[in-house]
């Protein structure tokens, strides 16, 4: 990548290079954080081909990827006409056509999902993905998101820099244009004699962008003076409020979680403390917490039901909220969220899915499910039992246990009960045995209990961390729990 970008005179007042260059300074010229190329999707239209052949004459180091999504009759054509106009300037380009199988009615929000889901595919991790989203394109996002009911981060429109984790890899989107009006980049492509395929989904009133397009847009144009500069400034003022918001929202959530849990696919908060908030900033940090790594956010309906469950009066209250796939859940005084995931392993975790290994003097197990593999893996025991000499199995209908020290004998609802554990991760419990069948320990998510039988290992109740647990689905999550 070049550490400077040349002088070009003769374009200097050009809007469209002079948005660029800066963008490109101000975002990626001078952070090594970033990937060495920049790939630009384009589609053969008129904005994606004005930013290609800017980012052309400004010699930046870019990588076209063009998807075909086979809607239109001539998706064929645009491929061919972006692949000749690569190649024309000697640009690097790859070209994807989408396959839609599994759906027949594929509207807008389909091709979106498609199309970025084979970009990550292609790009690296951290990469950079130049669109060529403009002023226009802004203007008509706040106001469907207006219409549509939003929040201050869909008041403040799109960014010109920001991560995307939406798919399986961080991308970086830039979008340097979105300083320049559509006037100035068909201007752009007029100077300069590009050719470009036009959109049919642009006209007609079917598209709800395509109907502000032509018939609201003209009209706020004409007026109010400065529409588009007065609609930029007004995303840049509540974005830069949005993250104020968002500050007081990480803050509240550090007073309010609870932080040592077991899985990734599970996570709480402290409902005592979610009461002591202002109900607006409560609605705040629910929406911030629930919404995560989701595509879409809870809508206000579904967070008031959630504020509702946690003014529940009874503690032991066992409503399920459902939202995306995922379970909101009360238990005592926590909130407690459990990923979709996570649910689905509860739903189909049985003894028929179980299996024991002996894997290098480690304890595994492996829950198999029909699209991922759960692994909960025991480290170091304890040195006094030999890891090979142990069985586990699950627990059985009815079976009592005597805690280590203790008299007397318990169900492990009772255990559970005792030691907080939700009535939820009881199904993942299991019963580690010797070879004489002497029961010798419990083992539940979130801690081990020792039971009278392991007496006959002298087991030292005061050394600490005598084993691990991992919760594994993609990245392994270790968490070191205590023997009680």
Known sequence: MRTTLPKIDDFQQSAILSSVKQSFQQYIEKNSVYSQKI???????????????????LALPIHVIHINHKIQLTSDDWQDFVEKFCQNLNIPYISKTLQWQSITNINEQHARQARYHTISQI????????LAHHADDQAETILINLCQGTGLAGLSGMQPFKKQQEFSKTLWLWRPLLNVSREQISQFAYHYQLDFVDDPTNIG????????????????KSRFNHFLANVQRTSQNIYEAQQLVQQQIEQDLISCQFIHHWTYGQKC?????????????????LHYWIKDKQKYAPNRQFIQQVYQLIQHTNSEHQTILQ???????????KLYFLSQDYVELLQKSSVKNLKYVINNNQQTFFILQKTSTYQLQLINFYNNIHLEKIIIRPVL????????GQTFHE??????????????????????????????????PQLAIWLHDASFYQI????????????????????TLNMC
Not at 423 to 428: F, K, N, P, Q
Not at 460 to 479: A, D, G, H, R, T
Request: glycine content about 4%; charged content about 20%; proline content about 3%.
């Open 411 to 444: 169900t492990l609802k009772k255990l559970a009960q005792r030691f907080h554990i939700p009535s939820w991760e009881r199904s993942l419990a299991w019963v580690i045995e010797d070879m004489n069948q002497q029961k010798l320990a419990i083992l539940l």
């Open 460 to 479: 030292n109740l005061q050394q600490p961390c005598s084993w691990q647990l991992q919760f594994v689905k993609q990245n392994p999550i270790k968490k």
């Open 269 to 285: 908060l402290y409902i005592n403390e979610l009461k002591k908030l202002e109900q607006y900033r409560c609605f705040a940090l």
């Open 39 to 57: 790939w630009l999707a384009c589609s053969g239209g008129r904005d994606s081909i004005v930013l290609l052949y800017a980012c052309y004459l």
């Open 323 to 333: 939202w995306q796939g995922l379970h909101i859940r009360r238990h005592q005084q």
């Open 205 to 220: 009133d079917k598209n709800q962008r395509a109907w502000l397009r032509q018939s609201i847009m003209p009209l706020l």
């Open 397 to 404: 209908h009815g079976e009592r246990f005597q805690r280590l």
């Open 123 to 130: 790009v690296e991790e951290q990469a950079i993905l130049a």
